[in-house]
């Protein structure tokens, strides 16, 4: 039985104003289901899904040249091509950046993971919110949610992305890489793209 009211499934349009004026907001992706906010307003997803501030949030965006205004420029030579091979898709970078943006989605180090998902949805709101701290639709060390549904059972006060149903998930986290120094990668977490993961030639 859904749980979520009719008043909170809102076009992109219409989400992206929510959250721009403050709203953390449930919207779907191609790996799981996410809950973001603006990278101001970061404190709140922390909160609603008790997460440690020892774990950071991804800064999810429409399309690579956004993201990587907020990433130093040693690493931009290496990030382009992993970018170009694997975004859109279920790959998150973390990079070092020397932005203040850091502040909000990592308390304990300067570098920030980013990722331009596959789901056009997410895609066409991002385009219209800008954007967004993210980390996955349901409380910490809870089952992840799956569907529109389970994200609201999860967060029934946040507004969700419409039109319903969402498209089917992979169901697997992103894939998660760390650009290390020149030409130097390492593999923080195994995801949905590891089975084909290249680094130029190189097969992770």
């Not at 349009?13 to 101001?40: H, I, K, Q």
């Not at 389970?150 to 089917?168: D, N, T, V």
């Amino acid at each position: 039985m859904q749980t979520f009211h009719p008043h909170q499934i809102l076009n992109s349009e219409e989400l992206a104003l929510r959250v721009l004026e403050g709203s953390a907001v449930l919207f779907p992706t191609d790996t799981l289901p996410a809950v973001g906010a603006l990278p101001d307003h970061t404190s709140q997803l922390w909160e609603i899904k008790k997460r440690p501030f020892s774990k950071p949030l991804i800064l999810m965006g429409a399309n690579a040249e956004e993201l990587f205004d907020f990433v130093s420029p040693c690493a931009l030579e290496d990030a382009w091509p992993v970018a170009k091979s694997h975004w859109p898709g279920a790959l998150t970078l973390v990079l070092p950046s020397s932005s203040k943006i850091v502040e909000n989605l990592n308390r304990e180090s300067k570098s920030i993971g980013i990722r331009v998902p596959a789901s056009e949805e997410a895609r066409a709101f991002l385009k219209k919110s800008g954007p967004l701290a993210t980390t996955s639709a349901n409380p910490s060390g809870e089952k992840p949610s799956f569907t529109a549904d389970e994200a609201s059972r999860y967060f029934p006060q946040l507004p969700l992305l419409g039109p319903l149903p969402w498209p089917i998930c992979c169901g697997t986290a992103s894939t998660v890489l760390a650009w290390e120094g020149l030409g130097t990668w390492r593999l923080l977490r195994s995801g949905a793209l590891s089975p084909d993961l290249r680094i130029g030639s190189k097969l992770l």
